[in-house]
């Protein structure tokens, strides 16, 4: 059992599926499940209150340096931008500059070529992990950026069910639609520790939710940002998707560094 499950995807790499026959529950002896359209969170915490703190402590931690990594986008997306008009311009000349036939690497390498598709085979090699070129690089990028869209209007329209569970058994469970209006059934003999347990929980299915807003709207500044600076083909709508895989790398690049013991 994932201490994160959720019925949704998570591009933030939190949240791990719920298995889809634990989605009924209930608070003690009365039975429970989320209404129709609803996205699931759980966190399953241990007994140990030292144990529980620490798994919501890394969480919002890893949200912490998510969220600091997406402020960094406009500024990598700009210093990007210049590195290729330089490279284009010295490569327009008769100039003998080696720095005109650098390749970018990492994220933006992998983004160059998104963008470039035709040029594949002068641009860094793509990254993604499987064997494609970039038009299919590029499709598989949309389809994940169509996914987060339909993640982000579901949750908006409809409520979450979020819940904790402690060693097992559910202490909490709240019905929240995004505005803020939320009913909450405790269960009976519930601590004072688990009250606040489950506040957090709420807090972190709330952050993950806005976090994936995040995503979308720095992906769509980021596109019409780059777009401005360099030649895309097909514009923004081309840039997009290009973009959204370059944040998802960077989002999983935190989530590898904070992997790394200290």
Known sequence: M?????STEDPLGLWNPAPPASLHFGVGDEPAS??????????????????????LQNSEELFRRVDAALQTVPARLDALA???????QKAATTSFDTSAFEVETGPEGDLLALLQPESQSQA??????????ASAAWEQAKAELDSLL??????????????????????????????????TAWAQGI?????????????????SRNLKIRLFATASAGAARLTAQLS????????????????????????ELQAIPA
């Open 2 to 6: 994932s201490v994160f499950e959720t």
């Open 34 to 55: 989320p209404p129709e359209g609803a996205t699931v969170y759980r966190v399953n915490l241990p007994a140990s209150l030292l144990a529980s703190d620490q798994a």
């Open 82 to 88: 210049q590195r290729e008009r330089e490279r284009q």
């Open 124 to 133: 860094a090699p793509l990254h993604f992990g499987i064997a494609e070129d």
């Open 150 to 183: 339909a993640q982000v209007s579901r949750e908006v329209l409809n409520f979450a069910w979020v819940e904790t569970k402690v060693s097992g058994l559910a202490v909490a469970q709240t019905i929240v639609n995004w505005s803020g209006d939320a009913q």
């Open 191 to 207: 601590t004072p520790q688990q009250i606040s347990l489950h506040n957090r929980t709420l807090r972190v299915a709330s952050t």
């Open 232 to 255: 895309t083909p097909g514009g923004a709508f081309f840039a997009l998707p290009a973009v959204y895989k370059f944040v998802l790398q960077i989002v999983q690049q935190v989530k």
